[in-house]
């Protein structure tokens, strides 16, 4: 009997425990809902301050004074340092940042701007408009090596008005004329007396935005802290730290041991080496079409590519779809020009060029090209052979060029692929005109304006039309489209722009990729908007039970 009674009361007992923990687990429903996470380890409801974000680049900044550089990662970084008097939201709407409040009169011939009283340089020198004068009369100097004085040179008339006011005229309506005054403000106190192109402020700048420089580690990192100063509020992060890695792959093995906590992934990466449980669980995925279009641009100063008619066989010798799926498997769309697909300024009447190497044969032959005995093209003795230049640790553009050199040998093309460190990229090559082609991609802007990258006038040193391209047409069109604000009327001259581009082929425009950032699912207040997930990263934070 009392082995019976032992018996039931064990099955009473184990009834007990498990109604008990039935009614426990119904109570932590919430608890379920966190992941199962003790109280103490919770992620709180509001941001905590503290923590450092780590990011890779593969490309150190060359200058941190935001006019005299051309390079995405001097851009980046300068982008945190800086304020300006307006700014994107992420709509891409412009509001007021450094301005309390402006205004657009006289049909869009004068800008008037009220500047916020309470901002105050890192050094706690207050930022006033004789800082926006001083960086205006410093863009329209032409002792300025910039490549972005034209639209500074559309002003008319320049007035400060008061300590912390200003306007500005202009001849005739123009379009881009906002976004001239979404370029960083310099501080005139710390530079008034420096010589710009020879200045300590290069490496060590005095900025008003979200974080400040603490430490730059030439070749190895650059570490930014929040800056206390801030006028919009103090960041929550502590410091965002950029390490220089020039290798795509390695800043993926680093992301992967825990040493980087944001990156952009390849393809490859994307698609086939961050599935599963152990990836999904800490990071978290995004997937939308990049701001950026990437291209193989031709010296138009070399023999080969004078002719328009050569550069057009190219283009028929290029197969872009097979580029998107050997080189994006598949995740980019080809494009004609340089603007982001189905975007209102899109000239949606053009398509890119078919893969017909019999067309690409028959120009060449035209042109007075015949293939010689080891099946390379010949004319007066010179064989159609030329190097393509790639910027180190970026093996997506080494397998278009890989597979561009495959295609091109069928119509008789040789080319030798170099690659080059970023920094040597820029400064040596690319400043320099010193390449036959290149490889590289450039950012498609919120406006369609891009004057300072195709206009004649910008073929200068370390101006941003390398290439040398000039056509008198182009120039009319870029001017008249930027004076006008009217959008029916500035697609009519875009889209004939466009057509010119597509006939004349001084890039050949490959293909838009689609963006493959990943962060770490620690990271709070990410936010993915038409604009991308980087538009808020001063409101990233980080939950204390992760900060080391």
Known sequence: MNKVLNKSMYCFLAFVFLLS????TACNDTEKQEGALPKELRIPQEPEYGGRLILASIGEPSNLIPPLSTDSASHEVAGFLYTSLLEYDKNYNIVPLAAEKYEILEGGRLL?????????????????????????????DPKTPTAYAADYLNVAEYKQTGK???????????????I???????????????????????????????????????????????????????????????????DVTTIFLEAKAGQVDYLSLTTQQYLR???????????????????????????????FFRNPKIREALS?????????????????????????????????????????????????????????????LQKDGVRFAFTVLVNQGNKERENVVTILQ?????????????????????????????????????????DPDIYDVWHSSAIKDKGLNFVGYKNEEVDQLLEKARSTTNQEERKQYYDRFQEILHAEQPYLFLYVPYALPMVKKEFQGVELSISGIGHNMDKWWLPKIYQK
């Open 164 to 178: 912390y006011s200003l306007e500005v005229r202009y001849d005739t309506p123009y379009a881009r004329a906002p």
């Open 273 to 303: 080496q961050t599935e599963g449980a152990e990836w999904s669980e800490k990071w978290t995925k995004f997937k939308y079409l990049a701001n950026g279009y990437t291209y193989i641009g031709f010296n138009l100063s070399h023999p």
């Open 21 to 24: 923990l039935s009614l426990l």
């Open 180 to 246: 001239t005054w979404m370029r960083s403000i310099l501080p005139k106190h710390k530079l008034e007396n420096e010589d710009i192109t020879n200045t300590s402020f290069a490496r060590n700048p005095v900025g008003a935005g979200p974080f400040k420089l603490k430490k730059w580690n030439a070749g190895s990192s650059v570490i930014l802290e929040a800056n206390d100063k801030y006028f919009k509020g103090r960041p929550y992060l502590d410091e965002i730290v950029y390490r220089i890695i020039p």
């Open 406 to 446: 495959q295609y091109w040998r069928k119509v008789g093309v040789d080319i030798t692929i170099r690659t080059v460190e970023w920094a040597t990229f820029i400064n040596e090559f690319v400043h320099n005109g010193r390449f036959d082609a290149l490889i590289l991609a450039w950012n498609i802007l919120e």
């Open 112 to 140: 008037k701007f009220k500047l916020r009283e309470d901002i105050l340089w890192q050094d706690g020198e207050p930022l006033t408009a004789d800082d926006v004068t001083f960086t205006y009369n410093l863009m329209i």
């Open 316 to 376: 028929y010798a290029t197969d872009r779809e097979a580029l998107i799926k050997g080189a994006l498997l598949g995740l980019g769309e080809a494009t004609v020009g340089p603007y982001k697909p189905e975007t209102w300024v899109y000239n949606k009447g053009l398509a890119p060029y078919a893969y017909e190497p019999e067309k690409a044969r028959k120009i060449f032959a035209d042109e007075g090209w015949i293939v010689g005995e080891d099946g390379i």
